[in-house]
């Protein structure tokens, strides 16, 4: 774990999972902002300085997953994210300020900026669903597990629909997946391939002792369904 105590956009504090080597770190954790801090208005993007012997100095980008609390439907988008100068670096978008504080979650791997040696190619590792019901079936996954981290990727064929299903809680059974990952992390769930509103709809589930378990905001109307989706990176206790 590390503290990330200075920033310039007048957070707080901020704990992160974090596993660390000069080719690839991997950070777990999330970020409250608060749009009406004067620091975060002056801002043109948001930074985090880092311990001063982390591991990376410089990365390629990465991802971070803006979450809105907009009214029923959380809306976000995926940000930019990139360690710069020892400090970690996030894209700023304003389009959600109006709503209020809102999360960044960083499930992010950072690699080399700039790396030119030898690649490996990393063996996926199949899982399965045990859920009884056809309540979740993938329509493609990849998951990678090494000693100190996983990433898993999942496109569903089916999930749970708020019209048809209710509000949960759900939980996603799994063989196989790592028990010591503990991970919050955003799912995205438009119940449509195409949309016109700002954002995508989100929620935020848990995957916890090999299982995810996740609910839906109160009183959304459409929400979930085939196609829904996470992606992220995650440190292994």
């Known amino acids: ?15 992160l999972k974090d596993y660390q080597s000069k080719g690839i770190c991997v950070l777990n954790g999330k970020i409250a902002v608060d749009p009406t801090n004067s620091a975060y208005i002056a801002a043109t993007r948001l930074e985090l300085d880092l ?7 410089k990365s390629a980008i990465s991802t971070a997953i803006l979450v809105s609390n907009a009214p029923i439907y959380r809306y976000g ?27 960044i979650y960083i499930n992010s791997a950072f690699v080399t900026r700039g790396y030119r040696g030898d690649f490996t190619q990393t063996s996926n590792k199949s899982l399965s669903i045990l859920n009884p019901d056809n309540l979740f079936m993938f329509k493609h996954y990849a ?3 090494t000693v100190d981290y996983v ?6 064929d089916s999930f749970p629909l ?52 996740f609910s839906y905001p109160d009183n959304t109307s459409r929400i979930g369904g085939s196609r829904s989706f996470f992606n992220f990176f ?3 206790n």
């Open 51 to 57: 311990p001063s012997n982390f591991a990376m100095i």
């Open 1 to 15: 774990m590390i503290t990330l105590n200075f920033n310039n956009f007048g957070g707080g504090s901020v704990t």
């Open 151 to 156: 990433f898993f990727v999942a496109v569903f």
């Open 234 to 236: 995650a440190v292994r």
């Open 77 to 103: 988008t995926v940000l930019h994210c990139w360690i710069e100068n020892n400090k970690l670096c996030i894209e700023k978008l304003t389009e959600w300020d109006s709503y209020g504080n809102y999360e």
């Open 143 to 145: 998951y990678v597990e």
């Open 162 to 213: 708020s019209i048809a299903d209710g509000q949960g809680p759900f939980t996603l059974q799994l063989s196989d997946f790592a028990t010591d990952v503990n991970v919050e992390i955003p799912l995205i769930v438009n119940d449509d391939m195409y949309s016109n509103t700002m954002g995508t709809k989100i929620t935020v589930g848990t995957f916890e002792n090999g299982n995810l378990t």
